[in-house]
Nanobody, 122 residues
């Protein structure tokens, strides 16, 4: 499966932004999906994940502000980010995994898209 993240941009603190991850090349509905991010000078970290069945897991730092969803008919996953903070500034990556269950482990993901940059100004 090929993944392409989009929707990044420059926003002010407190604003909202929605990212999309479009997939092609395989049966999208059979994959678990995840969002990760990498801030400048930091390691890539888990943001949220959604299983084939719709089970969801969030990192504590984004819980209650971010919402992950998927539309299997459109082969697309979404990340709605509300109340953005400067510390949310990062390149955001989407990823897909074949395994069942929800996972925040980067090593469990088989496919990765290119990142989309989100910059939150204070």
């Amino acid at each position: 499966v090929q993944l392409q993240a989009s929707g990044g941009g420059l926003v002010q603190a407190g604003a909202s932004l929605s990212l999309s991850c479009a997939a092609s090349g395989d049966t999208f509905a059979t994959y678990g999906l995840g969002w990760f991010r990498q801030a400048p000078g930091k390691e890539r970290e888990f943001v949220g994940a959604i299983t084939r069945a719709g089970g969801i897991l969030y990192a504590d730092v984004v819980k209650a502000r971010f919402t992950i969803s998927r539309d299997n008919a459109k082969n697309t996953m979404y990340l709605l980010m509300n109340t953005l903070k400067p510390e949310d500034t990062a390149a955001y990556y989407c990823a897909a995994r074949r395994g069942i269950g929800v996972s925040g482990l980067q090593s469990s993901y088989n496919y990765w898209g290119q990142g989309t940059l989100v910059t939150v100004s204070s």
